[in-house]
């Protein structure tokens, strides 16, 4: 059997039993629900295996009507191939049978997506064609985008007719598909087109631009297609002033490209969006791409998980085939859990509710008296527990942790340098022409290294080393300072010759850097 076809039975099955539809129940009771399928390849047809396993074993068509067979579903059934945007193509067309409630009223609907990888084949032909990342990562705005990587799995989601509250997670609002026509090549994305698409879906939804909290774009990773499809969704909300920002993000950054299942997992990403107020965060996204356009867009790349602070909120999923079919769902929701607020607005806000701090006084002098609030000289770095007491409406601050004092603030402290290049005997380091910098010379054995530790004002309780023993990195984090240290750096140079090093400390921040020492000096 195609894999694929036990993994859309897999899945499917868990989706039914959400519903309390199980093998055995379905083999007595007929179920009038319907399934798509959205794929984009299958490679179980073109590796080599053997002759039982051709027929209908590995006819696309079968991805699908096993399940109906196997769960006795008589609704319609249908795989669905419009390359990377086919499992939303696929779940759309279902929004028109669902929506017949007149002469074929379906119970339910399962749409799902699958990609599976089994053939190199696919590999080498997007690599050949600049299309795979050479990393394999989906770097999605990000500076460094240069491809996609591809990803197998396999999910869907249910979808009813009906308001039904008691059930339903979110709305599916409105959907559009559409194709480029004729654009610069085949694969080429037209941004003209993805604008046209979503419009369309903006209408059905009758919504405004402003309404909308999240927009989960394609993103797959490449030069040409991100800004293309940033541009268009710059250029609808750029119609409209927003009162919040717009947080733009991806799927395919934790997922990798599922191609004709790609989409599949990006409308479940919209679902749990609007679900929890929640914005998922963008991976590997450190430096913004620069041919993205942000003028006049009041939009955000989320790099964070956050929240869009609001109880109820709308989030957009687009989806492009690289055969130019374009598609855009758009999804409303009430969060479950109300209105979400940062964790800080919210403890100020019950701190304005409850009563000041006690003040119990026990004896004539008010250094004897206890009091619930904080110090009165409160440090940087200085750590409190808040306690919230709702019964009495009070509130007591409990000191867990004192600021450290900065190991650079002593004006007399001073540092040494030991190791087996002077029978670890404490040599004083020199100050360095940077405030918080300390040096020393030393001259390399002849067995080519040696090794050393740091000690601040000779105390052996105070000492500075690195994380692990015998470490040649300038770059490793370092320990202390603390007592008994026995790691030590080690370095590498040429017999006889000088080694400069470098000691640097201020406040909580510490680096160490050694370097030949030039013969002309």
Known sequence: MDPMQRHILEVGAQMLFKMGITKKFSNRNPQHGSISVGLDKDDWDVIDKPPEAQGGQNVQAIVSNRFSFIFNMRGPNYVADTACSAALSATHLAKFMISDRKYDKLDFHLGLGIHQCFSPGPFIGCSQSHMASPIGRCLTFNASASGYMRGDGCSGMTLKWGDLPEEREAIWR?????????????????????????????????????????????????????????????????????????????????????????????????????????VTPIGHFKQLNPHLEQASFDAYFNSELSTYKYGQGISHVSSFGFGGTNGHVIFWGQSQLGVSQDVKTRVMQRLKKMAVPEVRVQGNSPDEWEYDGPDAEIKPG???????????????????????????????????????????????????????????????????????????????????????????????????????????WLVNAEPGSQIKIDFFIFKRHKGIMWMPVPVDE
């Open 382 to 488: 200085d750590r409190y527990t808040l306690r919230f007491n709702p019964d009495e409406a009070s509130i007591k601050f409990v000191k867990e942790e004192v600021a450290d004092t900065p190991e650079d603030e002593g004006e007399e402290d001073f540092y040494s340098i030991s190791g087996d290049f002077n029978d670890w005997a404490q040599d004083h380091m020199e100050d360095g022409l940077v405030p918080g910098s300390r040096t020393v010379i030393v001259e390399v054995p002849p067995s080519g290294s040696f090794q050393f530790r740091l000690t601040k004002n000779d105390d052996s309780s105070q000492c500075f080393a690195p994380e692990y023993d015998r470490c040649t990195k300038m770059t490793s984090p370092i320990v202390g300072p603390q007592s008994d240290l026995s790691n030590v």
């Open 174 to 278: 409105a959907s559009a598909v559409g194709q480029n026509g004729r654009s610069a090549t085949l694969t080429a994305p037209n941004g003209l087109a993805q604008e046209e698409v979503i419009w369309k879906a903006i209408r059905e939804a009758d919504i405004s631009t402003p309404e909308s909290c999240v927009w989960n774009c394609h993103g797959t990773g490449t030069s040409l297609g991100d800004p293309i499809e940033v541009g268009a969704v710059r250029k609808v909300h750029s119609k409209a002033q927003r009162q919040t920002m717009l947080a733009v993000v991806t799927n395919k950054t934790h997922t990798g490209h599922l191609e004709g299942g790609a989409a599949m997992t990006t409308l479940i990403a919209a679902v749990l969006q609007v679900k929890k107020s929640a």
